[in-house]
């Protein structure tokens, strides 16, 4: 540890002794010449030097490193005619304004089109996060990097399955895109994370909310995109190499990636990453088998020009996760034990071993696009992809059935669909869509264990119109609607006992297709018609302020778990059954917001509610007993609920140096049918940052981050259950909320230019400085052992 | 609008050609492998008539609760030698689980506990490889007349050596049945 650090102040003294040059730097905001709104993902390549940058969310870029005089600027941008600009730099820091033609059909050079920062929808909020942040997270999960924006928290099992929570919902209805697919990767369970690595995005966006109706109908929490940085028409290779090791876990990981590009359009793209950490570290004990051994690596080939363009894209993910020892417990008198006693019931010695229980899951993600411009209407797309996820889980088991996996489940997908943009009308752009989808689930039944998911076939449908009409430069609303159909025909096998006990012998007897005796066949076929709408409007004021207000209308299907879930769930020792009855969700919600941006200071005040009708809910119901002993029963079940809360930030740069930012989420969640708090909704938060930064001082950047996550005080009450052990009824601690806890981060960061243009970026992340113990109320661990201890992670990114 | 209809009959086909399903393709039945359904307890005195203490589960981890049955009371200051089956009785025929328990015999350890007001001592009589108790077999001695309860748990994975308490040993519960037991 005390190698490392050495290590990087050696580095960046040397940073220091080879001072540079040509100390000016030129800044400047990239605007649209109609309705002079910022252009956010313009490139600024300054010719001669090969040098380029991107601008930001709010158009600006910033170069450094300048001789004195003058620079010559290529700024283009997807949607505009490129140009070229001349600027003087003559003081330290000049600044430039440059505007772009923002006029489609005049253009007659061949361009990038890509994904440019550009915002998705209007009136919803989104935020972006760029790939150097994302650096930052390297050995991290795109869950951990996600918690940057305010109103994300996550619903961790452990520290390595991080489920992003939007506004206070995840799972299902929380959406995933990778590099435009909707990630099929049996989002429904608790523990199970997105299977994206981290590396591969270029940049990740967040839309809260439902608004973006091109994704998908059903996103009430909102919208995740992970994409691939742009790549430039230009004859060029280049690449980056991304190392990290870290000290709690004493493992490490490394990317690398390399683009080869051309003039022509033409491109090519690999990356890979591997990561392999053993078992983590609370504060006081070792969290045995913790460990993590993951693989990722994706593979394009395309072409991009001005009017077509195609992409042939592959990515795979596999990801073997060790699961806390001491978590896998047989009753309920194991669980209030574990709950009473302070130190988990198993702590052995540091191993890379990732033993039972433990997760292995794979996906493949394949993708094929094509997009063609029609001159006078707009840009038309079509797409296929196929994905396949397969899991498996890993169970204390005994005998031969030790190393057979207790959970065997392939979910394979197969989605085609197109889009068209209309866009000849400046005023007014149309967008339209077309999805379908097939997906099978099939669980194999070697596993010696009934399948908690059943055999399934699922189809999808769904039609898409939105608009975005810009009444003037300052106000632009935008509309949408959307259909969706889905069928799940599946086959699944019920206990005859629990199809009794749930009363479907009453209600679906006519699905039974075999009786085989103590298990019944059957084949339930359920049809979902779901509609989702938005509208909403963007108004700009002032130099740098905005109002937004949306209003968005979802409807979700429940999913697989939700529906046919059917037995005993062993980390959580409760019994989890799901009901054929769980009718689509409805969610209406209002979101508002007032931002200012400017170079001085801004903020986000974004105040919401969602008020969602037939809300599928998994809480505790009541008890069963098996020869094991009493095990608590959780129920899906359906109620009217409310979430209402603000996310709030606010960023002030004191000097060219110092910058503050603060966050803020507040969030209420209520059962209005019971007139009670919901379970796991996110407890306040309160992040505060310093951060100095100064470019001529080899980018040094040396951030201080905060996190206070207050108790949740509001929390559905504890349930009573028999204990054998002590032969009557207890009370079962299973609800309350751990205390509240108070995290410190530090993050240093310093360039490093050995040859030209080979840039290498040195970093180091402590988490958890002071190595406070804690537990999260969202961790479903929190019961057996401690949050993590402190972290050192040093990482380095050298620029090819 | 030649586009639109582009598109839709491009989307028809894709999904005509992948919409031609498996349908026949009935899943196989599982059978739970290692669930355990019953607990049998023979205690056997020197002279006089056995004793059995049964708790039943067919349907697992189903809804139903398992059966539990006493054949009769023990008699007072009496030793009697316990043996322990443990069955899976969801396949055909029920699958004896006490063998794979005494071969993991490191892995495994029943605990034995009176309560209630019962008058009553148990010690093992059998013993892993590490001379560790196991307690498929074990002795009940019964005091005088009284009325309480016997819980049998059995654990996997537990802390071995351990103190004799459940709270030291650790690991998973895959037993734990409790009987009303009446000395007579």
């Known amino acids: 540890m005390k190698f490392l650090f050495l290590c990087f102040m050696t580095f960046g003294s040397v940073a220091i002794v080879l001072a540079q040059e040509c100390p000016y730097s030129l800044s400047g905001t990239v605007i649209d010449f109609h309705d002079k709104t910022p252009l956010a993902g313009a490139s600024v390549v300054v010719t001669g030097l090969d040098r380029q940058v991107t601008t930001d969310a709010s158009g600006r870029f910033y170069i450094d490193d300048l001789c004195e005089g003058f620079v010559e600027l290529e700024v283009s941008h997807p949607e505009c005619i490129s140009r070229f600009v001349r600027a003087d730099v003559e003081d330290e820091e000049s600044f430039i304004k440059i505007t772009l033609e923002h006029h489609l059909e005049e253009l007659e050079e061949v361009q990038v089109v890509g994904s440019a920062i550009k915002e998705r929808t209007n009136s919803s909020q989104e935020e972006t996060i760029l790939s150097t942040d994302l650096e930052r997270y390297t050995g991290n999960s795109i869950g951990d990097a996600l918690k940057r924006i305010t109103g994300v928290s996550s619903l961790n099992t452990g520290a390595a399955i991080v489920k992003p929570v939007v506004q206070g919902l995840s799972g299902s209805r929380v959406t995933i895109l990778n590099n435009g697919v909707r990630m099929q990767d049996m989002e429904w369970g608790d523990e199970h994370a997105p299977n994206i690595d981290i590396n591969l995005a270029g940049k990740t966006t967040l839309i809260k909310g439902a608004g973006a109706l091109q994704y998908g109908g059903d996103a009430i929490g909102g919208v995740i995109l992970v994409e691939p940085e742009k790549i430039r028409a230009q004859d060029s290779l280049y690449g980056k190499v991304l190392l990290n090791g870290v000290t709690n876990g004493r493992g490490g990981s490394g990317t690398l990636e390399l683009t080869k590009s051309y003039k022509n359009g033409w491109f090519i793209k690999g990356q890979a990453s591997y990561k392999r950490f053993g078992d983590l570290e609370a504060p006081d004990y070792i969290l045995s088998n913790t460990g993590i051994a993951q693989?990722?690596?994706?593979?394009?080939?395309?072409?991009?020009?001005?009017?077509?363009?195609?992409?042939?894209?592959?990515?795979?993910?596999?990801?073997?996760?060790?699961?806390?020892?001491?978590?896998?417990?047989?009753?309920?008198?194991?669980?209030?034990?574990?709950?009473?006693?302070?130190?988990?019931?198993?702590?052995?010695?540091?191993?890379?071993?990732?033993?039972?229980?433990?997760?292995?899951?794979?996906?493949?993600?394949?993708?094929?696009?094509?997009?063609?411009?029609?001159?006078?209407?707009?840009?038309?797309?079509?797409?296929?992809?196929?994905?396949?996820?397969?899991?498996?889980?890993?169970?204390?088991?005994?005998?031969?059935?030790?190393?057979?996996?207790?959970?065997?489940?392939?979910?394979?997908?197969?989605?085609?669909?197109?889009?068209?943009?209309?866009?000849?009308?400046?005023?007014?752009?149309?967008?339209?869509?077309?999805?379908?989808?097939?997906?099978?689930?099939?669980?194999?039944?070697?596993?010696?264990?009934?399948?908690?998911?059943?055999?399934?076939?699922?189809?999808?449908?769904?039609?898409?119109?939105?608009?975005?009409?810009?009444?003037?430069?300052?106000?632009?609303?935008?509309?949408?609607?959307?259909?969706?159909?889905?069928?799940?025909?599946?086959?699944?096998?019920?206990?005859?006992?629990?199809?009794?006990?749930?009363?479907?012998?009453?209600?679906?007897?006519?699905?039974?297709?075999?009786?085989?005796?103590?298990?019944?066949?059957?084949?339930?076929?359920?049809?979902?018609?779901?509609?989702?709408?938005?509208?909403?409007?963007?108004?700009?004021?002032?130099?740098?302020?905005?109002?937004?207000?949306?209003?968005?209308?979802?409807?979700?299907?429940?999913?697989?778990?939700?529906?046919?879930?059917?037995?005993?769930?062993?980390?959580?020792?409760?019994?989890?059954?799901?009901?054929?009855?769980?009718?689509?969700?409805?969610?209406?919600?209002?979101?508002?917001?007032?931002?200012?941006?400017?170079?001085?200071?801004?903020?986000?005040?974004?105040?919401?509610?969602?008020?969602?009708?037939?809300?599928?809910?998994?809480?505790?119901?009541?008890?069963?007993?098996?020869?094991?002993?009493?095990?608590?029963?959780?129920?899906?079940?359906?109620?009217?609920?409310?979430?209402?809360?603000?996310?709030?930030?606010?960023?002030?740069?004191?000097?060219?140096?110092w910058r503050s930012e603060h966050r803020f989420s507040f969030i209420k969640g209520k059962d209005e049918t019971l007139e009670g708090p919901l379970i796991n909704v996110p407890p306040v938060h309160l992040e505060n940052g310093l951060v100095y930064q100064n470019p001529q001082l080899r980018k040094l950047r040396i951030a201080v981050e905060s996190r206070y996550v207050f108790r949740q005080n509001e929390f559905p009450e504890n349930i009573e259950v028999f204990s054998p052990v002590a032969n009557e009824q207890v009370v079962l601690d299973i609800n309350t909320p751990p205390p509240a806890y108070h995290l410190l981060d530090l993050d240093l960061e310093t360039r490093l230019t050995l040859i030209a243009n080979n840039d290498l970026t040195l970093g180091l992340r402590v988490t958890n400085v002071f190595n406070t113990r804690y537990r999260d109320y969202l961790n479903r661990l929190r019961f057996f052992a401690d949050d993590l201890g402190r972290n050192l992670a040093l990482r380095i990114k050298w620029i090819i | 609008m030649k586009l639109v209809q582009l598109s839709i009959l491009s989307m028809a086909i894709g999904l005509l050609t992948f919409s031609c399903d498996n349908d026949d393709d009935t899943p196989q039945v599982v059978n739970e492998e290692e669930v355990i359904t019953t607990l049998n307890v023979t205690l056997t005195p020197q002279t006089g008539t056995p004793v059995t203490l049964q708790s039943q589960d067919l349907d697992g981890d189903g809804p139903n609760a398992p059966v539990v049955t006493v054949s009769g009371p023990l008699t007072s200051d009496t030793t009697y030698n316990g043996v322990i089956t443990v069955l899976n009785e969801t396949v055909s025929p029920a699958e004896n689980i006490t063998e794979e328990v005494e071969e993991e015999a490191e892995e495994h350890q029943f605990f034995f506990s009176v309560g209630g007001g019962l008058e009553a001592t148990t010690e093992y009589t059998n013993f892993d490889g590490d001379q560790n108790p196991l307690g498929t077999e074990f002795r009940i001695i019964a005091g005088s007349p009284s009325q309480g309860t016997l819980t049998f748990t059995l654990r996997h994975e537990p802390k071995k050596p351990n103190d004799g308490t459940l709270s030291d040993a650790g690991g998973e519960t895959d037993i734990a049945v409790s009987f009303d037991v009446t000395v007579e």
């Open chain 1, 295 to 657: 693989i990722g690596a994706s593979f394009s080939l395309g072409k991009n020009s001005f009017e077509e363009g195609w992409e042939a894209y592959y990515s795979f993910f596999d990801s073997d996760i060790a699961i806390l020892r001491a978590s896998h417990i047989g009753n309920v008198d194991d669980l209030i034990q574990a709950i009473n006693s302070q130190t988990p019931n198993v702590v052995e010695d540091f191993t890379y071993t990732i033993g039972s229980p433990s997760q292995e899951v794979t996906h493949h993600l394949a993708k094929g696009s094509y997009y063609k411009r029609f001159e006078g209407a707009g840009k038309l797309s079509l797409q296929y992809d196929f994905q396949q996820n397969q899991r498996f889980e890993y169970d204390l088991r005994r005998g031969e059935t030790r190393d057979i996996p207790s959970i065997d489940l392939r979910l394979t997908t197969h989605t085609i669909s197109t889009d068209f943009r209309a866009d000849a009308s400046e005023q007014n752009r149309i967008h339209l869509g077309l999805m379908a989808r097939y997906q099978n689930n099939s669980a194999d039944p070697s596993t010696g264990v009934r399948r908690l998911i059943p055999d399934y076939d699922r189809y999808d449908f769904g039609a898409f119109a939105l608009t975005e009409y810009y009444v003037s430069p300052s106000w632009v609303i935008d509309a949408g609607l959307r259909y969706d159909f889905s069928r799940i025909d599946a086959r699944k096998f019920y206990q005859a006992s629990r199809w009794a006990e749930r009363g479907y012998d009453i209600d679906f007897n006519d699905l039974i297709i075999e009786d085989l005796g103590s298990q019944l066949l059957t084949n339930p076929v359920l049809d979902y018609h779901n509609f989702s709408a938005t509208a909403g409007v963007e108004h700009t004021f002032g130099e740098d302020s905005k109002v937004r207000a949306n209003y968005a209308l979802a409807q979700r299907a429940p999913n697989p778990s939700e529906l046919f879930s059917e037995g005993l769930h062993h980390s959580a020792a409760r019994i989890e059954l799901g009901d054929l009855r769980i009718t689509s969700e409805t969610s209406h919600k209002i979101a508002v917001s007032v931002e200012k941006d400017s170079e001085k200071w801004g903020y986000v005040l974004a105040p919401y509610v969602n008020r969602i009708n037939d809300f599928v809910l998994l809480e505790p119901s009541g008890v069963e007993f098996t020869i094991r002993g009493a095990f608590p029963v959780w129920t899906y079940r359906q109620t009217d609920a409310i979430f209402a809360g603000i996310d709030a930030s606010l960023y002030s740069q004191w000097t060219p140096t």
